[in-house]
């Protein structure tokens, strides 16, 4: 199975600062015939089911706000939120799904 | 609007049997794959199992391979897990949700509780 971990565990930020979570696979997730890779992130807010961010690494899904953004290829990958707002305040999961699926252990954004 | 509303889940004992469901409503549902994830409170989340549109490819996870059947009545827009012989260590939260076009998990229900405990 392919593991996923994340880094950090916790983020505490201000209002208004970048946010960075990390993403890293234990074995690449591009797949050479689509130059694509198969790697998502999801939000979770408190007492809510995850929520979709992004597909194919970067690929935005519709109504996330501009402020997130996603990058990264074959192992390593990253979410960043430009300028944190309250209702960032989540639970963010990244998720392979080159191979079945596997989520990462998730990290906890805080308002500092 | 898209819809996916979670039922079934309770407490029972160690080596019960347990059937959840998911309503799926706002799409052609048997066109999508769908799949079940579980989340322990508090923790993380862990894929379960995944079935596609017609019932006739499944994949499980290790874990509950062997105990768990997923499953789905296309006419009813309903998906099932069964869940056999369960452990304590089975006690999540149960979402379904649904796989997109780009193969993400675009859609989640809410998610029903089940507790395996004596």
């Known amino acids: 199975d392919i593991v996923m971990t994340q880094s950090p565990d916790t983020l505490a930020v201000s209002l208004g600062e970048r946010a960075t979570i990390n993403c890293k696979s234990s074995q690449s997730v591009l797949y050479s015939s689509n130059n694509k890779n198969y790697l998502a992130w999801y939000q979770q807010r408190p007492g809510q089911p995850p929520k979709l961010l992004f597909y194919w690494a970067s690929t935005r899904e519709s109504g996330v706000p501009d402020r997130f953004s996603g990058s990264g290829s074959g192992t390593d990958f990253t979410l960043t939120i430009s300028s944190v707002q309250a209702e960032d305040v989540a639970v963010y999961y990244c998720?392979?799904?080159?191979?079945?699926?596997?989520f990462g252990q998730g990290t906890k954004v805080e308002i500092k | 609007e898209v819809q996916l509303v979670e039922s079934g889940g309770g407490l029972v004992p160690p080596g019960g049997s347990l059937r959840l469901s998911c309503a799926a409503s706002?799409?052609?549902?048997?066109?999508?794959?769908m799949h079940w994830v579980r989340q322990v409170p508090g923790k993380g989340l862990v894929w379960v199992s995944r079935?596609?549109?017609?019932?006739?490819?499944?994949r499980y996870a290790d874990s509950v391979k062997g105990r768990f059947t997923i499953s789905r009545d296309n006419a009813k827009n309903t998906l099932y897990l069964q869940m056999n012989s369960l452990r304590a260590e089975d006690t999540a939260v149960y979402y379904c949700a649904r796989e997109g076009g780009d193969q993400a998990l675009d859609f989640w229900g809410q998610g029903t509780l089940v507790t395996v405990s004596s």
């Open positions: 079935l596609n549109g017609d019932g006739s490819a499944t």
């Open positions: 998720q392979q799904y080159y191979s079945t699926r596997t």
């Open positions: 706002g799409f052609t549902f048997t066109t999508y794959w």
